[in-house]
């Protein structure tokens, strides 16, 4: 009996989280990196809970196919070529996606590179690709959606996908750690400098998450002691973020701003 209650409970858990309403339903919603990986799945959820999205990335082709799927599903999506490291790129971008359906409402900067290398074999271009595209691009993006948000008169909210290795390091990933812990810390910059007008500013760092990305390291060496670390006793799933970043983009976050939620199965509290 006890364990036909847990399975009811659960179950309807499930359906009242499926029917939850965000409120996002009239917003309209910017995803970098949309076209692979978290930004992939950010879009589904969004348009999911009745956003209207517009997939920004490099590669058209992917966004289009991502586009589709969604108006199949019901969904309202649009895609909009972007490169976050060129500043007329993400411009003609965000006059792209206001002229096509409206003001933004909500920017998920989400697009980010990763280098593994030895600070004594020091690449300097790739340190810069890293931190143009996890810094300087949500830096640039959100002052140019933030600035339309203003001058429109209307609130909204940035959620920016840091990291732990933002608040944790780790051999061979200088620039990377690097480039998050700087964007955990525009976050709060931008928070305080955005609430003026109405406009939060946010962050999420994920752990380790399963995804055609993460795929290489979960299998590793590497992969298997850090889970033997984890207090959860598993890694992290795309759908493990999806409460958070609704929450942080919709009006049931309306108190929060320059914080950071971290999502990572306990691996910053676990013991030494």
């Avoid at 517009?54 to 082709?61: E, H, K, M, T, V």
């Avoid at 962050?203 to 959860?232: C, E, H, N, Q």
Wanted: charged share 20%.
């Amino acid at each position: 009996m006890a364990e036909h209650e847990n399975a009811h409970r659960h179950a309807s858990g499930r359906r009242v989280r499926e029917g939850f309403d965000w409120g996002l339903s009239d917003c309209r919603v910017l995803i970098t990196g949309a076209s692979s990986g978290l930004g992939w799945h950010f879009a589904k959820f969004f348009a999911e809970a009745g956003a209207s999205v517009a997939l920004a990335a490099r590669r058209i082709d992917r966004l289009e196919a991502l586009a589709s799927e969604i108006e199949d599903q019901g969904g309202s999506a649009i895609a909009v070529e972007m490169d976050v490291c060129d500043v007329g790129s993400m411009t003609d971008a965000v006059e792209q996606v206001e002229t096509g359906v409206g003001p933004i409402d909500v920017l998920v900067n989400n697009a980010g590179a990763a280098r593994f290398e030895n600070g004594l074999e020091q690449d300097v271009d790739g340190w810069d690709v890293v931190q143009a595209t996890n810094l300087r691009g949500p830096w640039y993006l959100s002052g140019e959606v933030a600035r339309r948000m203003r001058d429109n008169g209307r609130e909204g909210t940035i959620v920016n996908i840091a990291s732990i290795a933002g608040l944790r390091q780790s051999p061979f990933m200088a620039g990377y750690c690097t480039s998050k812990a700087a964007l955990i810390q525009l976050t709060a910059c931008l928070a305080l400098e955005f609430a003026p007008f109405g406009i939060r500013v946010n962050a999420i760092a994920p752990g380790v998450v399963k995804s055609d990305m993460s795929a290489g390291f979960i299998d590793s060496p590497a992969g298997t002691a850090m889970l033997k670390r984890l207090p959860l006793g598993r890694f992290g799933t795309v759908e493990d973020l999806k409460c958070a970043l609704l929450w942080l983009s919709s009006r049931h976050s309306s108190f929060v701003t320059g914080s950071c939620v971290v999502i990572d199965g306990g691996l910053m509290v676990g013991s030494l």
